[in-house]
């Protein structure tokens, strides 16, 4: 399996940005998929979920402003992100895994497929 993300750029603060990410290899339909981040000099995080059946689940520092969706037709996840702000800043990184639960926030290095990343910048 490999994961393409894409959409990453400069945006300034306040700003909006959509990422994709395109699944290939293999269908993903019935896998979560999702989205972490990974600042500079600091650790990744998760920062979103989206189940096969479309639940979601969201960091507390994204929600509200962050939307996870998928296409499963697309084999795609993407991330809509609005009043982005410079701490917001980062490589994000697309994965897949078969299980959707507190693996994404807790175990992240236990998850199935990951994709190279796109890095988001947002100015002040």
């Known amino acids: 399996v490999q994961l393409q993300a894409s959409g990453g750029g400069l945006v300034q603060a306040g700003g909006s940005l959509r990422l994709s990410c395109a699944a290939s290899?293999?269908?993903?339909?019935?896998?979560?998929m999702g989205w972490f981040r990974q600042a500079p000099g600091k650790e990744r995080e998760f920062v979103a979920v989206i189940s096969w059946s479309g639940r979601t689940y969201y960091a507390d520092s994204v929600e509200g402003r962050f939307t996870i969706s998928r296409d499963n037709t697309k084999n795609t996840v993407y991330l809509g992100m609005i009043s982005l702000q410079p701490e917001d800043t980062a490589v994000y990184y697309c994965?897949?895994?078969?299980?959707?639960?507190?693996?994404?926030?807790?175990?992240?290095?236990?998850?199935?497929?990951w994709g190279q990343g796109t890095l988001v910048t947002v100015s002040s």
């Open positions: 290899g293999r269908t993903l339909s019935m896998y979560a």
């Open positions: 994965a897949a895994d078969a299980v959707y639960g507190s693996k994404w926030s807790r175990e992240p290095q236990n998850i199935d497929y």
